[in-house]
């Protein structure tokens, strides 16, 4: 049985030391702004549970072999072009890289990326190849059956995480699978610690624009969780990738749902600004 988080906190005096936060993004039914249009819920109304004291490990896409990391990055697990389709090397050298909190710019220096440069890689892979699934998919992913995915087409990349590092969050999509195995997923969906023993026992891979934003180094422990997209706040995450090209699709489509979109998103912005100045301890009741 899955543990949440205010279980958690309520059972374990230590843990709640540590800052785990119940709810990062605000999910009730309390307004924040007055007779303004109310937002959609999420698809699930319940926070997925959070994966606890988890080491993390710094990858980047472009990222060539080593004897410690023999796998290249110029692919993932699910896009054969991810160097290209991303628009280039994201150069994790910090004097390679914008990292700006006041304009929100995270990323290389070099190049406006195509894609999310807040990307994680967990270990499981949803498909065996194109054509079939792994057999236990659709028992271990609580959003499969959602979906209904037609056999081989993966329903993990882009997935929403919350990682939360010394009363910081943000928001990154899954593009790849890893550190190390790609069939854990007693760990990824259940609550098993990682199989692997290398790097720590590490559990999740995050990219440079993560590192830069939560103030983290290679090996350093985080909290993570999914979360449904009505549930990712506005910020840096948004800026580059699959959201503006979404609302560029709508408005050819429909101009007027375009617009309606754009409305909805900058009431969002003004509320996810407003929730971020509050303390902790506002966030955790």
Same mark, same amino acid.
């Given at each position: 049985?899955?543990?949440?988080?205010a #279980?958690?906190? #309520?059972t %374990?005096?230590?843990?709640?030391?540590?800052?785990?936060?119940?709810?990062?993004?605000?999910? $009730?039914?309390?307004?924040?702004?007055?007779?303004?249009?109310?937002?959609?819920?999420?698809?699930?109304?319940?926070?997925? &549970?959070?994966?606890? @004291?988890?080491?993390s490990?710094i990858? /980047?896409?472009?990222?060539?072999?080593t +004897?410690n990391?023999?796998?290249?990055?110029?692919?993932s697990s /699910?896009?054969?072009?991810? =160097?290209?389709n991303?628009? $280039?090397?994201?150069?994790?050298?910090p #004097?390679?890289?914008?990292?700006? @909190?006041?304009?929100?710019? *995270?990323?290389?220096?070099?190049?406006? &990326?195509k894609?999310?440069?807040?990307?994680?890689?967990?270990?499981?892979? %949803?498909?065996?190849?194109?054509?079939?699934?792994?057999?236990?998919? =659709?028992?271990?992913?609580? /959003?499969?059956?959602?979906?209904?995915?037609?056999p081989?087409?993966?329903?993990?990349? $882009?997935?929403?995480?919350?990682?939360?590092?010394?009363?910081? =969050?943000?928001?990154?999509?899954?593009?790849d699978?890893?550190?190390w195995?790609?069939?854990? @997923?007693?760990?990824? *969906? $259940?609550?098993?610690?990682?199989?692997?023993?290398?790097?720590?026992?590490?559990?999740? %891979?995050?990219?440079?624009?993560?590192? %830069?934003?939560?103030?983290?180094?290679?090996?350093?422990?985080?909290?993570?969780?999914?979360?449904?997209?009505?549930?990712?706040?506005?910020?840096?995450?948004?800026?580059?990738?699959?959201?503006?090209?979404?609302?560029a699709?709508?408005?050819?489509?429909d101009? =007027?749902?375009? +617009?309606?979109?754009?409305?909805?998103?900058?009431?969002?912005?003004?509320?996810?600004?407003?929730?971020?100045?509050k303390?902790?301890?506002?966030?955790?009741?």
């Open positions: 049985m899955l543990i949440t988080p #279980a958690v906190l #309520a %374990d005096p230590l843990l709640a030391q540590t800052g785990v936060p119940r709810v990062v993004v605000p999910t $009730g039914s309390r307004p924040v702004y007055q007779n303004r249009p109310t937002y959609p819920q999420p698809a699930v109304t319940a926070p997925y &549970p959070w994966r606890t @004291h988890v080491t490990t990858f /980047w896409i472009g990222e060539q072999p +004897a990391n023999p796998t290249p990055n110029c692919k /699910w896009d054969t072009q991810w =160097s290209i991303f628009g $280039g090397y994201d150069n994790p050298d #004097a390679a890289r914008i990292a700006n @909190h006041t304009t929100g710019e *995270f990323r290389p220096k070099n190049f406006i &990326p894609l999310n440069p807040f990307y994680v890689a967990l270990p499981y892979n %949803d498909v065996l190849n194109y054509k079939t699934h792994k057999p236990e998919a =659709s028992k271990v992913i609580p /959003w499969f059956s959602r979906f209904r995915p037609l081989g087409k993966t329903v993990c990349k $882009g997935r929403w995480v919350q990682i939360y590092f010394e009363k910081r =969050s943000c928001f990154a999509q899954w593009e699978c890893g550190p195995v790609t069939d854990d @997923h007693e760990y990824v *969906f $259940g609550n098993k610690p990682p199989k692997t023993t290398q790097n720590g026992a590490a559990g999740i %891979d995050l990219s440079p624009s993560i590192r %830069d934003y939560l103030g983290l180094k290679s090996g350093q422990k985080v909290h993570w969780r999914f979360v449904e997209p009505g549930q990712v706040p506005y910020g840096p995450w948004k800026k580059y990738g699959n959201d503006p090209g979404a609302v699709n709508v408005e050819r489509n101009p =007027s749902a375009a +617009a309606d979109q754009r409305y909805m998103e900058n009431l969002r912005k003004m509320r996810d600004e407003q929730f971020l100045k303390p902790l301890r506002e966030l955790q009741n």
